[in-house]
């Protein structure tokens, strides 16, 4: 009788692994698609960073000139 209650108990603590180790599974999957969201969301601001720094300059590079060769007035 004693066997058959450590047998159930033994299978009872496998079954409770087996769920927790499900559960980890599943909240690292969900961790992993959260980082590569992550990842695509910091691409695209670098790319948008990059973006307005190369416009910045050609605007700077205008406002430049502008002040170096100034339109003669007549």
Request: hydrophobic fraction near 50%; avoid cysteine.
């Amino acid at each position: 009788m004693d066997q058959a209650r450590a047998g159930k108990k033994q299978s009872l603590s496998d079954l409770v692994r087996d769920q927790r180790e499900r559960e980890t599974l599943e909240i690292a999957k969900q961790a992993n698609v959260i980082a590569t969201e992550a990842r695509q969301v910091a691409k695209d601001q670098a790319r948008w960073t990059f973006w307005s720094f190369f416009i910045a300059m050609i605007a700077a590079a205008i406002a430049a000139a502008a002040w170096i060769f100034p339109r003669s007035s007549g």
